[in-house]
């Protein structure tokens, strides 16, 4: 079979762009509009998508092409909702999908209606030309992943479990490249780090302003974070994170940046051979965060009025646990860092889940790799945020996030995805659908194709 790459790469461009068109921002997110206008286009195809409402307007699209079921299904899972914006700071309206210079610009132009853009397009792709699949594709476009998929896949797979009984998921947030030495390496995402809201809590004595004082909770609380500014919690690889370094290392010529790499998972070593590495800082700030818990200061509240001294002050953390560790163990570390002059409250913990790696899936997205990118290598991967993957931990599954995108100068996808100007290039999207749809032929069993 002959593809036109650039038609079908241009068709998936469109798509994106009026997907972003739809302002999908959570809160609300309001996703069945956009839910609505794709299942229309899709059933102008001759298929049957479902609109799934979980509450009011929060909706989530399936679709399932069939295979003749000799092997377990392909999940292709995206979301549809997207985060807040600033659109002071944009040079292009967030939600117009505008083309420029050969980018897409818009909210969720990285994360996720990229994701859903490419996988609807491999989708229509196997439908059109009447492939012969081994598999069931299954669609999922789901609701709320940005508030933690409360309407979306955490409902989905309470309510509607037979989505996912598949043996492979495609999802969002790995698939980037990342240079090491000039060598492209394609994240898969086999594992992500989980969330904890962990609160520091700072005591003082109240009183009136005109007669300050030394017991001042905003001063203790400015004194226990200045003090965790320079501090970092202890270093403790995962698996995911250790096939990571492996993997990164075998890629590389040069044996010292090699070294360096494998470095990374000793504790005695890592900062040291973090600072040698030859990559941007973006990428040396992620290497850090993926061997460790993190716990970053986001939210400050104290004070009633101007004129009062609080008798409180609170610290807000974002926690970001490694897979393997329990709420316990991950308060005590941040414990450690803080110290006993403040108060510990703990609200939501969710631990870090970790995928095998060692896999046909795994294998079929190398090679892919290798065909439409030579000099690039696919590496395991573990993300230092979360995905809706955590909600499919218990199946009999392996989720890996993989949209895939070459390395391009200056574009740090965790800087774009929930930044100013996110946008992608109409060469990755065009990029991502050639890979997936490699992809699906291989665990389809399909022959090759030009």
Same mark, same amino acid.
């Given at each position: 079979?002959?593809?036109?790459?650039?038609?079908?790469?241009?068709?998936?461009?469109?798509?994106? !762009?009026?997907?972003?068109?739809?302002?999908?921002?959570?809160?609300?997110?309001?996703?069945?509009?956009?839910?609505?206008?794709? %299942?229309?286009?899709?059933? @102008?195809?001759?298929?049957?998508?479902?609109?799934?409402?979980?509450?009011?307007?929060?909706? *989530?699209?399936?679709?399932?092409?069939?295979?003749?079921?000799?092997?377990?299904?392909?999940?292709?899972?995206?979301?549809?909702?997207?985060?807040?914006?600033?659109?002071?700071?944009?040079?292009?309206?967030?939600?117009?999908?505008?083309?420029?210079?050969?980018?897409?610009?818009?909210?969720?132009?990285?994360?996720?209606?990229?994701?859903?853009?490419? @996988?609807?397009?491999?989708?229509?792709?196997?439908?059109?030309?009447?492939?012969?699949?081994?598999?069931?594709?299954?669609?999922?476009?789901?609701?709320?992943?940005?508030?933690?998929?409360?309407?979306? &896949?955490?409902?989905?797979?309470?309510?509607?479990?037979?989505?996912?009984?598949?043996?492979?998921?495609? *999802?969002?947030?790995?698939?980037?490249?990342?240079?090491?030495?000039? $060598?492209?390496?394609?994240?898969?995402?086999?594992?992500?780090?989980?969330?904890?809201?962990?609160?520091? &809590?700072?005591?003082?004595?109240?009183?009136?302003?005109?007669?300050?004082?030394?017991?001042?909770?905003?001063?203790?609380? %400015?004194?226990?974070?200045?003090?965790?500014?320079?501090?970092?919690?202890?270093?403790?690889?995962?698996?995911?994170?250790?096939?990571?370094?492996?993997?990164?290392?075998?890629? !590389?010529?040069?044996?010292?940046?090699?070294?360096?790499?494998?470095?990374?998972?000793?504790?005695? /070593?890592?900062?040291?051979?973090?600072?040698?590495?030859?990559?941007?800082?973006?990428?040396?700030?992620?290497?850090?965060?993926?061997?460790?818990?993190?716990?970053?200061?986001?939210?400050?509240?104290?004070?009633?009025?101007?004129?009062?001294?609080?008798?409180?002050?609170?610290?807000?953390?974002?926690?970001?646990?490694?897979?393997?560790?329990?709420?316990?163990?991950?308060?005590? !570390?941040?414990?450690?860092?803080?110290?006993?002059?403040?108060?510990?409250?703990?609200? /939501?913990?969710?631990?870090?889940?970790?995928?095998?790696?060692?896999?046909?899936?795994?294998?079929?997205?190398?090679?892919?790799? $290798?065909?439409?990118?030579?000099?690039?290598?696919? &590496?395991?991967?573990?993300?230092?945020?979360?995905?809706?993957?955590?909600?499919?931990?218990?199946?009999?599954?392996?989720?890996?996030?993989?949209?895939?995108?070459?390395?391009?100068?200056?574009?740090?996808?965790?800087?774009?995805?929930?930044?100013?100007?996110?946008?992608?290039?109409?060469?990755?999207?065009?990029?991502?659908? @050639?890979?997936?749809?490699?992809? %699906?032929? $291989?665990?389809?069993?399909?022959?090759?194709?030009?």
């Amino acid at each position: 079979m002959n593809i036109d790459w650039e038609k079908e790469g241009a068709e998936a461009v469109g798509r994106l !762009q009026e997907m972003i068109r739809f302002a999908t921002v959570n809160p609300p997110g309001d996703e069945k509009e956009l839910v609505e206008w794709l %299942a229309g286009t899709l059933r @102008q195809e001759g298929l049957e998508p479902e609109v799934i409402v979980s509450e009011g307007a929060r909706a *989530n699209l399936a679709l399932t092409v069939k295979g003749d079921g000799s092997e377990r299904p392909l999940l292709l899972l995206s979301h549809l909702d997207v985060v807040p914006v600033e659109t002071e700071w944009w040079t292009s309206p967030p939600f117009a999908g505008e083309l420029r210079d050969g980018f897409i610009y818009g909210r969720g132009a990285i994360d996720s209606k990229l994701t859903g853009a490419v @996988q609807l397009q491999v989708l229509l792709m196997c439908h059109r030309l009447g492939l012969s699949l081994k598999r069931d594709l299954v669609l999922v476009a789901a609701a709320d992943e940005e508030r933690g998929g409360v309407y979306g &896949v955490e409902w989905l797979a309470r309510e509607r479990p037979e989505l996912f009984d598949a043996e492979y998921g495609l *999802n969002e947030a790995g698939g980037f490249a990342l240079m090491v030495d000039d $060598k492209p390496l394609y994240t898969v995402q086999v594992g992500e780090k989980g969330g904890a809201e962990l609160d520091l &809590v700072a005591s003082g004595q109240p009183g009136h302003s005109s007669v300050p004082h030394e017991d001042n909770a905003v001063f203790h609380l %400015a004194q226990v974070l200045a003090g965790m500014a320079n501090a970092k919690m202890p270093h403790q690889p995962p698996a995911s994170v250790r096939a990571f370094f492996e993997a990164a290392a075998a890629a !590389q010529d040069r044996p010292q940046v090699a070294a360096d790499l494998r470095a990374m998972l000793d504790g005695g /070593k890592q900062q040291e051979a973090l600072a040698r590495l030859p990559v941007n800082e973006p990428t040396r700030l992620m290497f850090d965060a993926m061997v460790r818990n993190t716990c970053a200061p986001t939210v400050l509240e104290a004070g009633l009025k101007r004129n009062v001294i609080p008798s409180q002050a609170v610290a807000q953390l974002s926690g970001r646990p490694l897979p393997g560790v329990d709420a316990e163990t991950f308060v005590e !570390q941040v414990r450690a860092l803080a110290g006993a002059s403040v108060d510990y409250r703990l609200g /939501k913990f969710r631990a870090g889940v970790e995928y095998d790696h060692q896999t046909t899936f795994f294998a079929a997205i190398a090679d892919s790799v $290798k065909r439409f990118d030579p000099t690039g290598t696919a &590496v395991p991967y573990m993300q230092t945020g979360g995905t809706d993957a955590r909600f499919l931990a218990d199946r009999d599954i392996a989720v890996y996030g993989f949209v895939p995108m070459r390395y391009e100068e200056g574009l740090d996808f965790f800087d774009l995805c929930h930044g100013h100007d996110e946008r992608v290039s109409v060469e990755n999207v065009a990029f991502g659908v @050639q890979l997936i749809f490699d992809i %699906a032929c $291989k665990l389809n069993g399909v022959g090759d194709y030009v």
